[in-house]
């Protein structure tokens, strides 16, 4: 039998698929990071199951058993707390292990917070990249952020609504002018999107929110010119100035003020 991987809703437990409800009725085992949740959505559906914990304090422990199930030809289930296992939780080390094991891995596709948020915030582009969590030190932001403005196509990222402030200021202070959504509660009774530029979700984020937050960053807004396009630009305009006998720090205000590339931003990129 194989190792069944089942999405589950993010927010709306009517969010689930027919598919999802069969595998998770019929399988001997279903593996969830938090079985008083899963035991929710399997109660509102009419569902009796035989659940395990299987989250990243007992993985190594869970995973060998899992194995040995499946050897023995049992049906199992994989779920997380909600979305699709795999992503960004231990979901992905049980499915290598069975996949180099030899067993089969099926995945049953269903909602997600990367997708969901990205189509809701309207600012989808050519290409998408999901970053994960963002980072908790306030250095590794500040060097994610000036990583980012480079970048010339949607970002996802997860957040906590507690760092959310924090992480919102840094951003702006890189990239004030870069389109960009909170999506809070997505699904859920109290679904938010705010949309704005970096600069005004900062001001409106001052405090932390609740709920589980998803950020999305657009691409760059140009005349056709990429975000990279444009900063290199930016940065060859700062060399020009600096060449001309101005500190680094008063070209890059200025090219900041023409630009409106945060000047820490180039000041630091030009180092």
Do not use: W
Request: charged share 25%; with cysteine; hydrophobic share 45%.
């Amino acid at each position: 039998m194989p190792l069944a991987v089942c999405a589950t809703p993010i927010g709306n437990l009517e969010d689930v698929t027919l598919r999802v409800l069969r595998e998770l009725r019929e399988a001997d085992l279903v593996l969830c990071e938090d079985t008083r949740r899963t035991r929710i959505l399997l109660d509102r559906h009419g569902i009796a199951a035989h659940l395990a914990s299987y989250h990243r304090h007992n993985e190594a422990a869970r995973r060998e058993e899992a194995l040995g199930r499946l050897a023995r030809g049992e049906r199992l289930a994989l779920v997380s707390d909600a979305g699709l296992p795999g992503v960004n939780d231990p979901g992905a080390r049980l499915i290598a292990a069975a996949l180099d094991a030899g067993h089969d891995v099926t995945v049953l596709p269903g909602p997600s917070a990367v997708e969901t948020a990205l189509v809701a915030s309207g600012l989808v582009s050519d290409a998408y990249e999901f970053i994960g969590y963002l980072p908790r030190r306030k250095a590794e932001r500040d060097t994610l952020a000036r990583d980012l403005v480079g970048r010339t196509h949607s970002v996802v990222a997860f957040e906590s609504p507690r760092r959310l402030p924090a992480t919102l200021a840094v951003l702006a202070d890189a990239m004030p002018a870069r389109p960009a959504a909170v999506c809070r509660e997505l699904t859920k009774r109290f679904e938010q999107i705010e949309r704005g530029t970096l600069a005004d979700l900062a001001t409106r984020f001052r405090e932390a929110p609740r709920g589980e937050i998803t950020l999305v960053l657009g691409p760059a807004r140009g005349e056709g010119r990429g975000t990279g396009e444009a900063t290199a630009e930016a940065l060859a305009a700062v060399a020009e100035l600096v060449s001309q006998g101005l500190s680094r720090r008063r070209a890059a205000e200025v090219v900041a003020s023409a630009t409106g590339i945060a000047k820490n931003a180039l000041y630091e990129a030009s180092l």
